[in-house]
């Protein structure tokens, strides 16, 4: 039997008083990209924050290739090959391109070069010298994916990647997510444009209150229509 590249059971999170998951339970394959849907204070924000270890209050499993990383500090799980994209994208704002593109870390092989970022999203080659604050939002959101493509990352954890996108950025953004894919990298998407993620995943979960209601595989989407109706309320 295959093991999963990341295995999380029964996860709890915690803010303050507010306990924002509920026995969270999830597997990914190598290679794979989920989504993970549901309404906003679902808890799949948060659910990416606990793999990643920003979530100060955790408890339960995350198992990453076998090992357990639920204690480990954030730094050391990026440098074990995830990376993470946050909602608020997380650029240098007052450093240029170039240089936001040069901070990173390498944390494994593979890592794409300079020449690499610039061919898959020429934008940021127009602007390499402009400053975070001076690009639009497309731009910081690819600006973000590319600090993590640079750092050797193969576990991807994107959250809202195409929120307030013009319709052209949202295309690009899912053309590079579909090759990243072909290239073997394991992926989780947090996504509330349900019709972009269902071109992209292997399989969903669906979200509600701090729990996973549901888990299906892409090609049960037309089935699982009117229950997605009942929980994304689209």
């Known amino acids: 039997m295959v093991q999963p590249l990341l295995k999380i059971e029964n996860l709890h999170g915690y803010y303050g008083e507010s306990h924002a998951l509920q026995g969270v339970s999830l597997e990914v394959n190598e290679g794979e990209t989920i989504t993970l849907l549901g309404r906003n204070g679902a808890g799949k924000t948060t659910t990416l924050r606990a793999i990643i270890g920003i979530l100060d209050d955790r408890r339960g499993s995350i198992k990453l290739r076998g090992e357990e990383i639920i204690n480990l500090p954030s730094y050391k799980i990026g440098r074990a090959g995830v990376g993470y994209v946050p909602e608020e994208r997380g650029i240098f704002a007052t450093l240029t391109v170039e ?10 092989d593979g890592g794409m ?3 690499e970022i610039y061919a898959l999203f020429p934008n940021l080659l127009e602007r390499r010298t402009s400053p975070g604050t001076k690009l ?5 959101q ?5 600090r993590i493509l640079r750092t050797g990352a193969r576990l991807l954890l994107l959250d809202e990647p195409t929120e307030g996108l013009a319709p052209v950025i949202i ?3 899912g053309e590079v997510i579909a090759m ?3 290239k073997g990298f394991t992926i989780i998407l947090v996504e509330q444009n349900f019709r972009f993620a269902a071109k992209l995943a292997d399989r969903h979960y669906v979200m509600e209150d701090g729990h996973v209601v549901d888990t299906f595989p892409n090609s049960a989407l037309e089935s699982k229509s009117d229950e997605l109706h009942k929980f994304l309320g689209v």
């Open 171 to 173: 295309q690009r953004i």
């Open 113 to 115: 070069s300079l020449d």
């Open 142 to 146: 690819m600006l973000a994916m590319a």
């Open 180 to 182: 990243l894919r072909s």
């Open 136 to 140: 639009s939002g497309g731009e910081q």
């Open 99 to 108: 240089e936001n593109l040069l901070l990173p870390p390498r944390v494994a």
